[in-house]
């Protein structure tokens, strides 16, 4: 079945640190894989997207991901946080198999603190 | 550039009532359009997706339903509304990587 695990509900970080937020996934075929960001009342935003050749993505906000087939992860990385970076990310996947639906994560809630 | 607009942004409404919220895109054309909820503090819940104008598939059993009577236009209905029905109800719209982009979101709050 196909599924996608966040394993943090929520992690905190002093501003200026790096981040790294993790995402596990399981799929049937070759996945597309996405990470979002929301912030609180809002619609989510799309932050990045792999879906074929160099395994570290960059996106929009400083942020990267690196897909890992071996570990099956693809895990968010941001080298210093900002205060404003504070909201809720999730990790997706979806591609040919999965149809026209994508799987959500449940979420982490990152806090970062002075 | 794409956009994609819902409205209202946010409602109240008693039990029992009716509801119909509205989910338009611009700049695109044939979308796949999805409906999802969010519980508070919760993560995302598929409702209903769509592929084209009258094809509706539907993920969760409930007192909801939903339509696309026009190529850019998804809207999310319910007849009787539950105390359940509370929540954060985004629309998007998925590219051709099944990458979505999102609404908004309309604020519901059954009382």
């Known amino acids: 079945a196909q599924s996608v695990t966040q394993p943090d509900i929520h992690i905190t970080v002093s501003e200026g640190a790096s981040l790294e937020l993790r995402c596990n996934y399981s799929?049937?075929?070759?996945?597309?894989l996405f990470w979002y960001v929301q912030s609180p009342g809002q619609g989510l935003q799309l932050l990045l997207k792999y879906f074929s050749g160099d395994t570290l993505v960059q996106g929009i906000k400083g942020f990267e991901a690196e897909f890992k087939r071996s570990q099956s992860s693809f895990n968010l990385r941001k080298p210093s946080v900002h205060w404003s970076d504070a909201a809720e990310y999730f990790c997706?996947?979806?591609?040919?198999?999965?149809?026209?639906?994508?799987?959500f994560g449940a979420g982490t809630r990152l806090f970062v603190k002075a | 550039s794409q956009t994609i607009h819902q409205w209202p942004a946010t409602l109240v409404q008693p039990v029992g009532s009716p509801l119909s919220l509205e989910c338009t895109v611009e700049?695109?054309?044939?979308?796949?359009l999805y409906w999802y909820r969010q519980a508070a503090g919760r993560g995302l819940q598929l409702l209903f997706y769509s592929v084209g104008i009258g094809q509706i598939s539907s993920e969760v059993p409930q007192n909801l339903s939903a339509s696309r009577p026009q190529d850019r236009q998804f809207i999310l209905s319910s007849k009787k509304l539950l105390l359940s029905d509370s929540g954060f109800y985004l629309c998007a719209w998925s590219g051709p990587l099944s990458e979505q982009y999102f609404g908004p979101g309309t604020r519901l709050t059954v009382t």
């Open positions: 700049g695109t054309s044939n979308p796949n």
């Open positions: 997706a996947v979806g591609g040919d198999t999965g149809g026209f639906k994508t799987i």
């Open positions: 799929y049937g075929a070759t996945p597309y």
